[in-house]
């Protein structure tokens, strides 16, 4: 938590509401644009609109946890952060969910997807309603007369949220629209994008805006490293999304991180993941939570409260008063620690599973105490006391140091120009030693190794699934793991898997959209 909180102005939001996200595709804002005439009133009220569209990556809404952007019967379940918990993580490997409820399920066990499933919908429609928000008061910005603070920074602000809304649009989705402020008030359907397409014009936004937007870091806000570690991600995937490696741009970018972003690795693994990690010198971006000024189903309260239970646990050690019973880590994960003897594992990050009362097996993932519930994120103050809450006060980063300098050491590994091997050893043995690991040698660098690592560093941060695509191990019968495809052992699933079905309500309305190959039209 921090003091940049979500500052919505009420008489401004009122006047930036869009057509639902049911009607994502068009454009057209539901009422008039007058936010001239409140700018000329006060020309600051820009700061609370900019934090409207960071906001819509952490809050389900603009009046609380139970408000909604939108449309559903749960508020909280389809936040922009827990969707990306849910298709990033839970489709994975390392974490399951018990609930089973509407659709949940399918993630769980990589089985039966449709494009009915409400929770694609969710991650979808979170994306494209951002996306025009974005876009809207940038056009907003860029023609109003009034002396605008720090116009172009915000622009570039708003840019940078709009392509990472269209980032997790390539990265499950695949295809969908572009739509920019040149859209806005206009009821044509836009025509399909390509994967290729999109990830051209996300490319090209932030190449753009790294040379306008502030290289001042200012936390939970977006500057010059935090768009080049979205390019490096892009770059990093873009054998996956464009059909061509671009292994020496993702390097070239991550190292401008490392080498000008003044990061530094945390001390203390757990501090990056306490109510207190503001103070942390590894995050790069943050989604921002607070258990009382932006409450939040959707936050990190859904990772911290879904991995307690008072079965077998206390929340309050954890810093939480509730507790929702519903993830557990699964062998995969905590399996690479020591061959699962975690009591056994001077690796810190070891330590961060729950094992009382849990078996090691999830012979029935719907069972609570089978398997062991991730306690990394907590809602307890790394330095200090903190009262125990129902929301969370722990902020979400969603990039930091570590992942960087774990994403150099592949591109080196890849063959990519520009770094050194000893350089990618020394960054790996950094994130290794500060968790207590150990060192590895040279020798022992490989890109297998670097998917191990990067599982034990930063599974739960809704990276995994993406990973595990990149290096060929998420669809096919190559790599199993608990509940692929169904089955408690796992098993083999189709490479139609490697893309999520485009939501029946988005084909429903724009018929330029297609579906994915493999499954139904609706």
Not at 264 to 272: E, G, R, Y
Not at 324 to 341: I, M, P, S, V
Not at 499 to 505: A, M, R, W
Request: glycine share 8%; aromatic share 12%.
């Amino acid at each position: 938590m921090n003091q940049f909180k979500f500052k919505i102005i009420g008489a401004a939001f009122v006047l930036f509401l869009f057509a639902s996200c049911v009607d994502d595709l068009n454009t057209e804002p539901k009422v008039e644009l007058t936010l001239d005439k409140l700018l000329e009133q006060d020309p600051n009220a820009v700061d609370g609109l900019v934090s409207k569209i960071y906001g819509t990556f952490a809050l389900s809404g603009p009046d609380g946890p139970a408000s909604t952007d939108v449309v559903t019967k749960d508020a909280g379940e389809a936040a922009f952060l827990r969707s990306i918990i849910n298709l990033q993580e839970f489709s994975a490997d390392g974490m399951k969910n018990r609930w089973g409820d509407d659709g949940l399920d399918q993630l769980t066990t990589t089985s039966n997807w449709t494009p009915n499933n409400k929770f694609f919908r969710y991650l979808y429609d979170r994306a494209y309603y951002t996306i025009p928000q974005a876009s809207n008061l940038i056009k907003i910005l860029r023609t109003t007369s009034v002396a605008v603070p720090e116009k172009e920074n915000h622009i570039a602000e708003l840019r940078f949220l709009r392509a990472l809304a269209y980032y997790y649009v390539i990265d499950c989705f695949g295809k969908g629209v572009i739509t920019t402020e040149d859209d806005i008030n206009t009821s044509t359907p836009k025509k399909e994008s390509t994967r290729k397409e999109l990830f051209e014009f996300v490319e090209s936004e932030l190449k753009d805006i790294e040379g306008t937007i502030t290289a001042t870091k200012s936390y939970g806000k977006a500057d010059k490293n935090v768009v080049r570690m979205l390019l490096a991600k892009l770059y990093l995937n873009a054998e996956v999304y464009s059909g061509t490696p671009r292994y020496d741009d993702a390097l070239t970018y991550t190292k401008k991180v490392i080498d000008e972003g003044g990061y530094t690795i945390a001390p203390k693994f757990v501090s990056v993941f306490s109510g207190d990690n503001n103070t942390s010198p590894e995050i790069i971006y943050t989604l921002i939570a607070d258990a009382v000024v932006s409450q939040g189903y959707g936050n990190t309260t859904y990772i911290v409260n879904g991995n307690l239970s008072t079965e077998t646990m206390n929340p309050n050690d954890f810093g939480a008063t509730d507790n929702w019973g519903g993830h557990r880590a699964t062998k995969a994960w905590y399996g690479l620690f020591n061959n699962g003897d975690l009591a056994g594992s001077t690796d810190d990050r070891a330590k961060l599973f729950w094992t009382t009362g849990h078996s090691y097996e999830m012979n029935d993932y719907k069972t609570w105490t089978d398997g062991y519930p991730s306690v990394k994120f907590r809602n307890k103050n790394f330095v200090g006391t903190s009262n125990s809450t129902s929301f969370s006060n722990t902020d979400f980063p969603l990039f930091r140091l570590a992942d960087a300098y774990l994403m150099y050491a592949e591109c080196v590994v890849r063959g990519a120009s520009g770094g050194t091997a000893q350089t990618a050893l020394d960054y790996v043995n950094a994130v290794r030693n500060r968790s207590n690991a150990g060192a590895i040698s040279a020798g022992q660098l490989t890109l297998n190794f670097l998917l191990d690592e990067r599982a034990r560093e930063l599974n739960l941060e809704g990276h995994r699934r993406q990973d595990l695509i990149r290096f060929g191990k998420f669809t096919g019968g190559s790599y199993l793991w608990p509940w692929k495809g169904g089955v408690k052992d796992g098993t083999s699933i189709p490479d139609t898997y490697n893309l999520y079905p485009i939501p029946t309500s988005a084909l429903q309305s724009n018929s330029n959209l297609s579906q994915n190959p493999g499954y139904p039209q609706s």
